[in-house]
């Protein structure tokens, strides 16, 4: 059986090069490709903190505040994703104009 925590430190490396890709990629489906991917690995991996780990071990290993913390950070997350999401969407939709209008970069807002 494969230890739970290793999973959840893979999950996490696993998202920082998600967030390398959107970072470093052009506007267009790899980006939202990446960014639909992303979304979907961070929220398994949120709701299994939340509820297994958070609630339980956190608060009798690193303490009460540092739980909260953790509900917090996470809080700030799902924010992120959300305006991460705004912005990728309108990269997708400038990428589109940009290449209807024979990749004219006048066209760009």
């Known amino acids: 059986m494969t230890?739970?925590?290793v999973l959840l430190k893979k999950d996490h490396r696993e998202a920082e090069a998600l967030l390398r890709?959107?970072?470093e990629g052009n506007p267009?489906?790899?980006?939202?490709?990446s960014l639909v991917k992303l979304e979907s690995a961070l929220a398994l991996h949120m709701h299994?903190?939340?509820h297994l780990i958070y609630p339980h071990l956190v608060p009798r290993?690193?303490?009460?505040?540092?739980a909260k913390?953790?509900?917090i950070e996470h809080?700030?997350?799902r924010d992120g994703l959300v305006e991460?999401?705004?912005l990728v969407d309108e990269d997708l939709a400038n990428a589109r104009r940009v290449r209807a209008h024979g990749g004219s970069p006048v066209f760009r807002r």
Do not use: F, N
Request: glycine share 6%; aromatic share 4%.
């Open 3 to 5: 230890d739970p925590y």
């Open 21 to 23: 890709t959107l970072a």
């Open 28 to 33: 267009g489906k790899r980006r939202h490709s």
């Open 48 to 50: 299994i903190e939340e």
């Open 61 to 66: 290993v690193l303490g009460k505040e540092a």
């Open 69 to 71: 913390e953790a509900s």
């Open 75 to 77: 809080s700030l997350v």
């Open 84 to 86: 991460l999401a705004k």
